[in-house]
């Protein structure tokens, strides 16, 4: 994925914000902010708005191409798990880890709460 990609969905409000990056050989920190604009909350539960499950794989899955280089198509998910909700203006972390060309994993969390992390193969 490239920047021009990113841009335009941040145009349309799709990402969070990213706030940092600490970028290793096959691995990733970014600490972001889930800004209370984004399209995920509109119409998603009147309520309390929360950043769907699916949301939080596609960011995970767009952040794993642009920052360890891995194919885009997903061929299978497995161990996710979802703990906690994500909401409006919540600063969390998310670590993507490269577990082999087309495998990685993330995390979601803040402190010592896990919000949500799976296992990725993409091919």
């Known amino acids: 994925m490239n920047e021009q990609i990113l841009m335009k969905n941040n145009a349309q409000k799709l990402l969070p914000t990213i706030n940092s990056v600490e970028q290793q050989p096959d691995s990733v920190l970014l600490t972001i902010t889930i800004d209370a604009e984004l399209r995920c909350f509109q119409g998603h539960f009147d309520d309390v708005a929360v950043v769907p499950g699916v949301v939080q794989l596609d960011w995970a899955i767009t952040f794993a191409c642009e ?10 998910i ?23 060309p087309e495998k990685f994993s993330f995390c979601y969390f803040k402190d010592d709460d896990k919000f949500a992390s799976a296992r990725v193969v993409l091919g």
């Open 78 to 100: 497995s161990v996710l798990k979802f703990q906690k909700l994500l909401l409006p203006d919540m600063k969390v972390q998310l670590v993507l880890e490269k577990k082999s």
């Open 67 to 76: 920052y360890l280089a891995m194919p885009g198509d997903v061929l299978d």
